[in-house]
Nanobody, 120 residues
């Protein structure tokens, strides 16, 4: 079982930046970031796989960048030009398949999340 630990969340003003990190305990084919706001469904934000294929939600494309360090089994999310609607709990997930993309049912393990709050 893959264990995931996120870090890097915080509070920032609109237009600011944050960088999230996710450390996985072992190799996995796909990693992704999801987010969940109170009362809302979990939403896929960005995904990466070991073929270096990435996928972004339309709402963050052009503002967020997902990268990975294979040697460290780590995933990162650089978030720029943050908006209040980006507020939520950001959760890292791991999948044992190449095309897990941004669909929660495709993921096998989940972290506890790190909170991101963007003030206007």
């Amino acid at each position: 079982q893959v264990r995931l630990m996120e870090s890097g969340g915080g509070t920032v003003k609109a237009g600011g930046s944050l960088r999230l990190s996710c450390s996985a305990s072992q190799y996995t084919q796909s990693l992704a970031w999801f987010r969940q706001a109170p009362g809302e469904e979990r939403e896929g934000v960005a995904s990466w796989n070991t073929w270096d294929e990435t996928r972004y939600a339309d709402s963050v494309a052009g503002r967020f960048t997902v990268t990975a360090d294979r040697n460290k089994n780590s995933l990162y999310l650089q978030m720029d030009n943050l908006k209040p609607e980006d507020t939520g709990l950001y959760i890292c997930a791991a999948a044992h398949t190449r095309y897990a993309l941004l669909y929660p049912p495709n993921y096998d393990e989940w972290g506890q999340g790190t909170q991101v709050t963007v003030s206007s």
